[in-house]
T-cell receptor, first 115, second 113 residues
Framework: AQSVAQPEDQVNVAEGNPLTVKCTYS??????LFWYVQYPNRGLQFLLK??????LVKGSYGFEAEFNKSQTSFHLKKPSALVSDSALYFC?????????????FGSGTRLQVQP | DGGITQSPKYLFRKEGQNVTLSCEQN?????MYWYRQDPGQGLRLIYY???????QKGDIAEGYSVSREKKESFPLTVTSAQKNPTAFYLC????????????FGQGTRLTVV
């Protein structure tokens, strides 16, 4: 089975400070990992993904994420937060080695960036 | 303008009624998905389809049904057997290539009245 944990319901950060949104995963095989962002009453927008290769993945809007296989983590980061980054963030995983071809999502982390 | 279109945006259902949520994509994607979103629970998979005329149950399929008669369309029916249907429903699609990301529609908010 595949699963994702986002241990923080909410993260608060001041504008201009670095931000981190945490994600850990569990799969029996090799993972594909994704981050999505959701604004109120909207669908999810893709931010970035890890498939293979470099552990540091860069994505949209200045976000990046670091894949750590030993810690089974895929934390989302940004060097300098903007108020407009305030939204709900979801981490998701797909296990390459099982027959399930659908993403499993975490419970989401609400990011609040204060001016 | 390519993308995934969900309709309606808001839907109200009376107790005991079946309702159907529409999901249409013009991205030529093979795979389509339905997720349910409840506050604090993230997204849970209801059904998914990898190819036309085939679909599989997800984690919370009870009380829901789907069809995939056309590549572009993957409607979801919320039946009266679904005891707690009030939620935000999201449809997604992606290509058949394993490492590609899914694209999401704007969602349908279903409320039981």
């Amino acid at each position: 089975a595949q699963s994702v944990a986002q241990p923080e319901d909410q993260v608060n950060v001041a504008e201009g400070n670095p931000l981190t949104v945490k994600c850990t995963y569990s799969v029996s095989g090799n993972p594909y990992l994704f981050w999505y962002v959701q604004y109120p009453n909207r669908g999810l927008q893709f931010l970035l993904k890890y498939i293979t290769g470099d552990n540091l993945v860069k994505g949209s809007y200045g976000f990046e994420a670091e894949f750590n296989k030993s810690q089974t983590s895929f934390h989302l980061k940004k060097p300098s937060a903007l108020v407009s980054d305030s939204a709900l963030y979801f981490c998701a995983v797909r296990d390459l080695d099982t027959g399930r071809r659908a993403l499993t999502f975490g419970s989401g982390t609400r990011l609040q960036v204060q001016p | 303008d390519g993308g995934i279109t969900q309709s309606p945006k808001y839907l109200f259902r009376k107790e005991g009624q079946n309702v159907t949520l529409s999901c249409e994509q013009n991205l030529n994607h093979d795979a389509m998905y339905w997720y349910r979103q409840d506050p604090g629970q993230g997204l849970r998979l209801i059904y998914y389809s990898q190819i036309v005329n085939d679909f599989q149950k997800g984690d919370i399929a009870e009380g829901y049904s789907v069809s995939r008669e056309k590549k572009e369309s993957f409607p979801l029916t919320v039946t009266s057997a679904q005891k707690n249907p009030t939620a935000f429903y999201l449809c997604a699609s992606r290509t058949g290539v394993p490492n590609t990301e899914a694209f999401f529609g704007q969602g349908t908010r279903l409320t039981v009245v």
